[in-house]
């Protein structure tokens, strides 16, 4: 698998960082298919079907950033860096 891994350094409260990111997997879910929970300070996510099929991560914010780490299957790896792009556009609206 080849791995998305990134950090963005935030200013907002952590329950304000927190609805943030659940809005992002919220969009996610429709968007993709993607399961997702809260684990703590953590959404865990995974793919189990669709076009993104076999892709996993998690979502962690903490009070000073979040961290994304994203497994992308085999299918997918061509498109690492278009979706890398997008998921940093996504942060950016978190920070």
Do not use: C, N, Y
Not at 1 to 8: E, G, P, Q, W
Not at 20 to 28: G, T
């Amino acid at each position: 698998m080849s791995t998305i891994d990134i950090t963005r350094a935030h200013t907002l409260p952590i329950e304000d960082a927190k609805k943030k990111a659940e809005e992002i997997a919220k969009s996610m879910e429709t968007r993709f298919s993607i399961t997702w929970k809260w684990d703590g300070d953590t959404i865990r996510f995974d793919a189990p079907s669709g076009a993104a099929k076999g892709t996993k991560g998690e979502l962690h914010v903490s009070a000073k950033d979040v961290h994304i780490s994203i497994d992308l299957p085999f299918l997918l790896r061509v498109m690492k860096g278009t979706i890398e792009d997008k998921v940093k556009e996504k942060l950016d609206t978190l920070t």
